[in-house]
């Protein structure tokens, strides 16, 4: 029930191109979902987080898209750039009221590859 | 830009040996956390550590792990006895606060290698 489950594994996107990333979740209790950006020899670092109270948030070229009902949410990265490159993890944490400590609970990532 | 830094870079051990992975939060933050990622694998939490104490730990984090801050800067991770699985990158976090919505921060990792 912890768990949220990450697809593709890897994606191959021309530049311009759309990339989309799916994440799933059971646990009714998330209340945050943060999308990290790793590259090679980096930690992961924030790209950008939505609240279940919205169904979109943008910022720039990112997108995320947030299905409550479905406890689905995907991250949408237009017009693709080469030095978008990276590792793209979503996450999810619970309310800290109800919460000890705030952890973060990973998807498997999804390695983006965008050809110029 | 303040960041988490975390050292050594790359750390080869025995198995059954003792590791001390070292973290510096970033300076105003007040709540530390360890994650690891297994090759190829997801990022995994380990445990988070608020006012010198552990507020949560995984199933993963058993007695032979432990943190500490044994000054106002540095957060260490010790494996006891390293077994081959603790082969992993570990990754040190640091938020301001615990509220949910307060980014945490995390370091470049140390890569582990157990022998």
């Known amino acids: 029930q912890q768990q949220v489950k990450q697809s593709p594994q890897s994606l191959i996107v021309q530049k311009g191109g759309i990339s989309i990333i799916n994440c799933a979740y059971e646990?009714?209790?998330?209340?945050?979902f943060p999308w990290y950006q790793q590259f090679p020899g980096k930690g992961p670092a924030l790209l950008i987080a939505?609240?279940?109270?919205?169904s979109e948030k943008k910022e720039g070229r990112f997108t995320i898209s947030f299905n409550k009902s479905a406890k689905q949410f995907s991250l949408h990265i237009m017009d693709s750039q080469p030095g978008d490159s990276a590792t793209y993890f979503c996450?999810?944490?619970?309310?800290?009221?109800?919460?000890?400590?705030?952890?973060?609970?990973f998807g498997g990532g999804t390695r983006v590859l965008v050809k110029p | 830009e303040p960041e988490v830094t975390q050292t050594p870079s790359h750390q080869v051990t025995q198995m059954g040996q003792e590791v001390i992975l070292r973290c510096v939060p970033i300076?105003?933050?007040?709540?530390f956390y360890w994650y690891r990622q297994i090759l190829g694998q997801k990022v995994e939490f380990l445990v988070s550590?608020?006012?010198?104490?552990?507020?949560?730990k995984s199933e993963i984090f058993d007695d032979q792990f432990s943190v500490e801050r044994p000054d106002g800067s540095n957060f260490t991770l010790k494996i006891r006895s390293t077994k081959l699985e603790d082969s992993a990158m570990y990754f040190c976090?640091?938020?301001?606060?615990?509220?949910?919505?307060?980014?945490?921060?995390f370091g470049p990792g140390t890569r582990l290698t157990v022998l």
């Open positions: 976090a640091s938020s301001v606060s615990r509220t949910v919505y307060n980014e945490q921060f």
């Open positions: 646990n009714t209790a998330f209340d945050y």
């Open positions: 939505i609240r279940p109270d919205v």
């Open positions: 996450a999810a944490t619970e309310d800290m009221i109800k919460a000890a400590g705030n952890k973060l609970t």
């Open positions: 300076s105003n933050h007040l709540y």
């Open positions: 550590f608020y006012n010198n104490e552990i507020s949560e």
